[in-house]
Protein backbone atom coordinates (compact mmCIF):
# COMPACT_ATOMS: atom_id res chain seq x y z
CA UNK A 1 0.00 0.00 0.00
CA UNK A 2 1.91 3.19 -1.29
CA UNK A 3 1.44 5.64 1.75
CA UNK A 4 -0.05 9.03 1.82
CA UNK A 5 2.91 10.86 3.10
CA UNK A 6 3.54 14.16 1.90
CA UNK A 7 7.18 14.75 2.60
CA UNK A 8 8.18 17.70 4.67
CA UNK A 9 9.02 20.75 2.37
CA UNK A 10 13.27 20.88 2.30
CA UNK A 11 13.40 24.73 1.92
CA UNK A 12 16.60 24.10 -0.22
CA UNK A 13 15.07 21.88 -3.43
CA UNK A 14 11.45 23.34 -2.67
CA UNK A 15 11.45 26.94 -1.80
CA UNK A 16 8.06 27.69 -3.02
CA UNK A 17 6.90 25.35 -0.63
CA UNK A 18 7.76 26.83 2.52
CA UNK A 19 5.96 29.03 4.23
CA UNK A 20 2.89 27.44 2.14
CA UNK A 21 -0.44 26.98 4.57
CA UNK A 22 -1.87 24.48 2.21
CA UNK A 23 0.88 22.17 1.99
CA UNK A 24 1.73 22.53 5.85
CA UNK A 25 -2.16 21.43 6.29
CA UNK A 26 -2.15 18.65 4.20
CA UNK A 27 1.14 17.22 5.60
CA UNK A 28 -0.15 17.53 9.47
CA UNK A 29 -3.46 16.44 8.41
CA UNK A 30 -1.92 13.05 6.84
CA UNK A 31 0.68 12.18 9.64
CA UNK A 32 -2.17 10.25 11.76
CA UNK A 33 -3.12 8.53 8.88
CA UNK A 34 0.58 7.87 8.31
CA UNK A 35 0.95 6.53 11.61
CA UNK A 36 -2.13 4.00 11.02
CA UNK A 37 -0.85 2.85 7.88
CA UNK A 38 2.79 2.10 9.58
CA UNK A 39 0.98 0.19 12.59
CA UNK A 40 -0.90 -2.00 10.22
CA UNK A 41 1.99 -2.49 7.96
CA UNK A 42 3.55 -3.45 10.63
CA UNK A 43 1.33 -5.73 12.14
CA UNK A 44 -0.43 -7.41 9.16
CA UNK A 45 2.71 -6.91 6.21
CA UNK A 46 2.60 -4.11 3.42
CA UNK A 47 0.03 -4.55 0.91
CA UNK A 48 -1.31 -7.35 2.77
CA UNK A 49 -4.85 -6.24 4.74
CA UNK A 50 -6.81 -5.56 2.05
CA UNK A 51 -6.73 -8.82 0.93
CA UNK A 52 -7.63 -10.50 3.81
CA UNK A 53 -11.13 -9.22 3.70
CA UNK A 54 -14.51 -9.46 1.91
CA UNK A 55 -14.70 -8.38 -1.50
CA UNK A 56 -17.33 -5.73 -0.79
CA UNK A 57 -15.17 -4.25 1.99
CA UNK A 58 -11.95 -4.13 -0.45
CA UNK A 59 -13.53 -2.02 -2.91
CA UNK A 60 -14.89 -0.02 -0.49
CA UNK A 61 -11.44 0.70 0.42
CA UNK A 62 -10.25 1.32 -2.45
CA UNK A 63 -12.74 3.92 -3.18
CA UNK A 64 -11.78 5.57 -0.06
CA UNK A 65 -8.18 5.28 -1.12
CA UNK A 66 -9.06 7.04 -4.59
CA UNK A 67 -10.95 9.83 -2.66
CA UNK A 68 -8.20 10.97 -0.61
CA UNK A 69 -5.48 10.62 -3.23
CA UNK A 70 -7.76 13.04 -5.29
CA UNK A 71 -8.22 15.44 -2.95
CA UNK A 72 -4.08 15.50 -2.26
CA UNK A 73 -3.75 15.92 -5.87
CA UNK A 74 -6.24 19.15 -5.73
CA UNK A 75 -4.12 20.34 -2.91
CA UNK A 76 -8.02 20.58 -1.27
CA UNK A 77 -7.42 21.04 2.46
CA UNK A 78 -11.27 19.99 3.82
CA UNK A 79 -11.74 17.01 1.56
CA UNK A 80 -7.93 16.02 2.70
CA UNK A 81 -9.32 16.39 6.38
CA UNK A 82 -12.35 14.49 5.50
CA UNK A 83 -10.94 11.73 3.39
CA UNK A 84 -7.95 11.17 6.27
CA UNK A 85 -10.78 10.21 8.92
CA UNK A 86 -12.79 8.10 6.20
CA UNK A 87 -9.74 6.30 6.12
CA UNK A 88 -8.62 6.05 9.66
CA UNK A 89 -11.75 4.38 10.25
CA UNK A 90 -11.33 1.96 7.06
CA UNK A 91 -7.82 0.92 8.34
CA UNK A 92 -9.42 -0.34 11.81
CA UNK A 93 -12.42 -1.96 9.86
CA UNK A 94 -9.63 -4.11 7.57
CA UNK A 95 -7.98 -4.88 10.71
CA UNK A 96 -11.30 -5.89 12.62
CA UNK A 97 -12.53 -7.86 9.29
CA UNK A 98 -9.76 -9.84 9.22
CA UNK A 99 -9.15 -10.71 12.74
CA UNK A 100 -13.04 -11.82 13.00
CA UNK A 101 -12.23 -13.77 9.47
CA UNK A 102 -9.32 -16.06 11.56
CA UNK A 103 -6.43 -14.12 10.32
CA UNK A 104 -3.39 -13.74 11.73
CA UNK A 105 -0.89 -11.08 11.98
CA UNK A 106 2.20 -11.48 10.70
CA UNK A 107 4.62 -13.37 12.90
CA UNK A 108 7.66 -14.30 11.31
CA UNK A 109 9.67 -16.94 11.75
CA UNK A 110 13.05 -15.68 10.92
CA UNK A 111 16.70 -17.77 10.73
CA UNK A 112 19.63 -16.02 11.00
CA UNK A 113 23.41 -16.98 9.95
CA UNK A 114 26.44 -14.77 9.54
CA UNK A 115 29.02 -15.83 6.77
CA UNK A 116 32.76 -15.82 7.04
CA UNK A 117 33.13 -12.13 6.02
CA UNK A 118 30.85 -11.57 9.13
CA UNK A 119 27.90 -10.16 6.83
CA UNK A 120 24.46 -10.88 8.96
CA UNK A 121 21.56 -12.95 6.82
CA UNK A 122 18.03 -13.38 7.46
CA UNK A 123 15.61 -15.78 5.87
CA UNK A 124 11.86 -15.62 6.13
CA UNK A 125 9.14 -17.62 4.59
CA UNK A 126 7.20 -14.82 2.47
CA UNK A 127 7.70 -11.58 1.52
CA UNK A 128 5.12 -9.96 3.71
CA UNK A 129 7.33 -11.33 6.55
CA UNK A 130 10.66 -10.23 4.79
CA UNK A 131 9.22 -6.40 4.93
CA UNK A 132 8.36 -6.94 8.43
CA UNK A 133 11.32 -8.21 9.25
CA UNK A 134 13.74 -5.79 7.68
CA UNK A 135 11.76 -2.92 9.86
CA UNK A 136 13.11 -4.93 12.88
CA UNK A 137 16.93 -6.44 12.14
CA UNK A 138 18.06 -3.57 10.57
CA UNK A 139 21.53 -5.37 11.06
CA UNK A 140 20.79 -8.08 8.62
CA UNK A 141 19.92 -9.01 5.16
CA UNK A 142 16.54 -10.08 4.67
CA UNK A 143 15.50 -12.58 2.07
CA UNK A 144 12.68 -14.49 1.33
CA UNK A 145 12.09 -18.26 0.42
CA UNK A 146 10.93 -16.66 -2.72
CA UNK A 147 14.25 -14.80 -3.33
CA UNK A 148 15.98 -17.11 -2.33
CA UNK A 149 14.98 -19.40 -4.89
CA UNK A 150 15.06 -16.71 -7.74
CA UNK A 151 18.57 -15.94 -6.77
CA UNK A 152 19.55 -19.89 -6.57
CA UNK A 153 17.57 -20.56 -9.77
CA UNK A 154 19.47 -17.16 -11.65
CA UNK A 155 22.96 -17.85 -10.17
CA UNK A 156 23.83 -21.39 -9.16
CA UNK A 157 23.03 -23.78 -12.53
CA UNK A 158 26.66 -25.70 -11.45
CA UNK A 159 25.59 -26.21 -8.08
CA UNK A 160 21.78 -26.79 -8.74
CA UNK A 161 23.15 -29.81 -11.42
CA UNK A 162 25.60 -30.70 -8.59
CA UNK A 163 22.64 -31.24 -6.42
CA UNK A 164 20.48 -33.10 -8.90
CA UNK A 165 23.29 -35.64 -9.21
CA UNK A 166 24.02 -35.75 -5.61
CA UNK A 167 21.26 -34.80 -2.98
CA UNK A 168 22.82 -35.16 -0.30
CA UNK A 169 25.79 -32.81 -1.03
CA UNK A 170 26.53 -29.92 0.96
CA UNK A 171 27.62 -26.99 0.41
CA UNK A 172 30.99 -26.32 2.48
CA UNK A 173 32.30 -22.95 0.52
CA UNK A 174 31.72 -20.71 -1.64
CA UNK A 175 34.38 -18.40 -3.47
CA UNK A 176 33.77 -15.33 -5.91
CA UNK A 177 34.39 -16.71 -9.50
CA UNK A 178 37.64 -14.60 -11.37
CA UNK A 179 37.41 -13.80 -14.60
CA UNK A 180 39.10 -16.22 -16.92
CA UNK A 181 41.61 -13.91 -18.26
CA UNK A 182 44.79 -16.18 -19.27
CA UNK A 183 45.70 -17.28 -22.38
CA UNK A 184 45.13 -20.27 -23.91
CA UNK A 185 48.28 -22.42 -25.03
CA UNK A 186 47.38 -23.71 -28.65
Not at 63 to 74: E, N, P
Not at 119 to 124: H, K, M
Not at 140 to 167: H, M, T, W, Y
Request: net charge positive.
Amino acid sequence: MRRHKVKKTDPLLNAAKVGNVTHEQIYHALRPLDEMVHRMELRWGADRLPGLVDVDTAARFGSAKAKLDAAIADNDVEAVKKRVKVMLRAWKKLDGQAAEAGHRPIDPEVWTVKVDGGTAYAFVQSNAEAWKTTKELRDCRVFSIEEVARLLDAQCNLIGAVKDEFPDAKVVSARKREPLDDEIPF
